[in-house]
């Protein structure tokens, strides 16, 4: 009877209901080749296979401590021996992905490590899980990724039925880039002098970065001289300071000016030249309505269609961009920026002019 009575306890200890999917705690009691032994409280150590515990090259006493207690995963029941088989990748990777699901949500930058480049991408590892960034959606082209090494990414997409897991790298530059854009547009204002980096060069003028938006740079802002175009003076990477003219946020944009910054060659011209001056210029412009002729530093004058006529008349050649010549100041009004020229000394220039 007592022998009986203590088989029924014997049984009622390893009254168990583990079943294939259960979640279960054991703790580590020993090693079967690289396999991991558990006691997860049935009749027999339950085994954990090493391709379910461990990485390549990775040692199970070292992944595993004796005495410790882990979370597994039963992934197959209980055979004729009474053994269970576990897994503790399966655990890792499902606490992994819901990590993931959260960063997805909260729209986190997480950090992952450059597996390898691949046709049309690169793979990342985030915690144990393998994701892909397509080359759309990186920022540096995949020649220039190095195995190994670590990038910031966002998840686009998670589907852990398919066991899909796509990032972008680029998402991550371009949020920063508008988080920027709104810190930048809530500092400057016209008048402001900042810095900046030529990005740009088109024929109407340069586009500058001020670290998150793109000003323009427009070539009559480019120099109070006369610039053909902005390659003149300017070279895509040059580091510059511009003063700011305007600010549209609504609109995004930011129109910039460089010639602000140098002092205006109009108010020099003004104490250093008079009507009746014979000033040797250079031709700068030629239009059908005469030549434009740089008389002062940055200081443009016109001279009339007819007296360029009578010039080439009298000296029997082509006038040409770059042409020194001799002119006298006819009529000057700096507060209109404008001086009227002549070859001939004793010539009138009418009010309407």
């Not at 129109?255 to 009507?275: F, H, Q, R, T, Y």
Request: aromatic share 8%; glycine share 8%; hydrophobic share 35%.
């Amino acid at each position: 009877m007592t022998k009986d009575l203590d088989f029924e306890q014997l049984l009622e200890k390893y009254d168990y209901k583990f079943q294939k999917g259960d979640l279960v705690k054991g703790i580590v009691c020993g090693y079967e080749g690289d396999d991991v032994l558990v006691d997860i409280g049935a009749k027999t150590t339950a085994k954990v296979p090493s391709y379910e515990a461990i990485e390549k090259d990775e040692k199970p006493e070292e992944r595993f401590k004796k005495g410790e207690e882990y979370e597994f995963l039963i992934i197959r029941e209980e055979d004729e021996d009474g053994q269970f088989l576990l897994s503790k990748k399966k655990v890792d990777f499902a606490y992994a992905w819901k990590e993931l699901e959260k960063a997805k949500d909260a729209d986190d930058t997480i950090l992952g490590t450059v597996v390898s480049t691949v046709k049309g991408g690169v793979l990342v590892e985030i915690s144990g899980v393998r994701g892909f960034i397509p080359t759309s959606q990186l920022k540096a082209k995949e020649t220039d990724i190095e195995v190994g090494s670590k990038i910031e990414v966002k998840i686009l997409t998670l589907d852990p039925q398919q066991n899909n897991f796509i990032l972008s790298n680029k998402k991550v530059y371009d949020d920063n880039a508008e988080e920027s854009r709104k810190n930048i547009f809530s500092q400057i204002e016209p008048g402001q002098v900042v810095k900046g980096e030529v990005v740009r060069i088109t024929d109407f003028g340069a586009f500058i970065d001020l670290g998150g938006i793109d000003g323009l740079l427009p070539l009559s802002q480019l120099s109070w001289r006369w610039i053909d175009h902005p390659t003149d003076i300017l070279n895509v990477g040059d580091r510059i300071d511009v003063e700011v003219i305007s600010v549209d946020e609504d609109k995004q944009r930011v129109s910039l000016s460089l010639k602000n910054l140098e002092p205006d060659p109009w108010v020099e011209a003004e104490k250093n030249i008079k009507e009746g001056d014979k000033i040797e210029g250079t031709v700068t412009r030629l239009k059908h309505f005469g030549a434009f002729v740089e008389v002062f530093p940055g200081v443009e004058a016109l001279l009339p269609h007819n007296e360029v006529i009578d010039y080439q008349n009298e000296k029997k050649s082509i006038l040409q961009v770059g042409d020194k010549i001799d002119t006298f100041i006819i009529k000057f009004n700096p507060a209109d920026r404008r001086i009227s020229l002549s070859v001939n000394e004793n010539t009138q220039v009418s009010d309407e002019e």
